[in-house]
């Protein structure tokens, strides 16, 4: 597997303790990572410091410009930077030390269906071992033959996978771009994913384990108010994109109604309501950037230190 040449991309914001954390779980992989690049949102906590001493590559916004934009700089830069895989994940994401190379050792077995990997996902687990809610992918739930042959290996096709600990091959990125940087947090992995998954085969591969340190085993419905209104927002969004057909966007549309319902339960009537509804209004009467191509030089987005 050594024809592989992985980088990595962590988007952080003022949470040095499990950044250092992942990138050392990174760099005790049994498959060698190539590189790391570490995307600091403005933190003040020492983050971007630390990242630079444990010898990531680290880049810099001068202000929050959310998770979704430190995906978009670093999957960029690891493009232009000629890797052949780039693996995803936010930064309380923690790989057990074999997740890449159980990625990997799927890779020439799935191309040998004759359709090649685009996306391959870890198993995501909560603190407590149990399969965390967050980042679970959805089944693909067409039977192609080559996504039969894909279980009886023990692979699950999926329709599309989160930001956390998920491979996605260059070719991929060079076909269908880079995710939207515009989405701030929640639901740009859907998109992106979704996007390109519509066309090409996706796999769960539940031997590469991935531990997610979110502080609960939270869901949608039990957001703070600001990410809930993200949560609708850019599900509106997906919804108005290419990147789900007409029963994918069902899907998401009775899920949209799902979790607003539980949210709303769980929070004030009139303070849900105000939420829901500024989140519905924006997803309507606003676009996402669609600049999605990798640009043949470096953004301004960001500035490299250390």
Known sequence: MSQYRICAILPTRNRKALLQECIRA??????????????????TDGSAELAAREGAEVVQFERNLGGA??????????????????????????????????????????????????????????????????????????????????????????????FSSVLVARWAIQKYGLPHRDYFVRTDDLEYTGRILRREAGYLVPKSLAVHKTPTKYTPASAHPERFYYEVRNRIWVMRSRSFGVLGKAALGAHIMGGTLAY?????????????????????????????TVPPHLSELGRSVG
């Not at 990174?26 to 933190?43: E, G």
């Not at 685009?118 to 033959?145: C, E, I, K, T």
């Not at 009537?269 to 999605?292: I, M, N, S, Y």
Request: without cysteine; aromatic residues 10%; proline residues 10%.
């Open 26 to 43: 990174l760099k005790a992989q049994t498959h060698p990572v190539a590189h790391i690049i570490v995307v600091d949102n403005a933190s």
């Open 69 to 162: 934009a430190g995906f978009h700089e670093g999957i960029s830069r690891a493009y232009r930077g000629g890797y052949n895989w780039v693996w995803i994940m936010d930064d309380d994401t923690i790989p057990q030390p074999n997740a890449l190379a159980e990625l990997l050792k799927a890779v020439p077995r799935l191309e040998r269906l004759g359709h090649p990997p685009a996306v391959l996902a870890s198993r995501v687990l909560w603190q407590d071992g149990s399969v965390h809610p967050m980042n679970w992918p959805w089944p693909n739930p067409f039977p192609y033959r080559r996504f039969r042959a894909a279980r009886r290996m023990g692979y699950v096709p999926v329709r599309w996978a989160a």
């Open 264 to 292: 709303l339960a769980k929070n004030r009537p009139a303070l849900g309501l105000r939420v829901v509804w500024k989140g519905l209004v924006d997803g309507l009467a606003t676009d996402p950037d669609h600049r999605t």
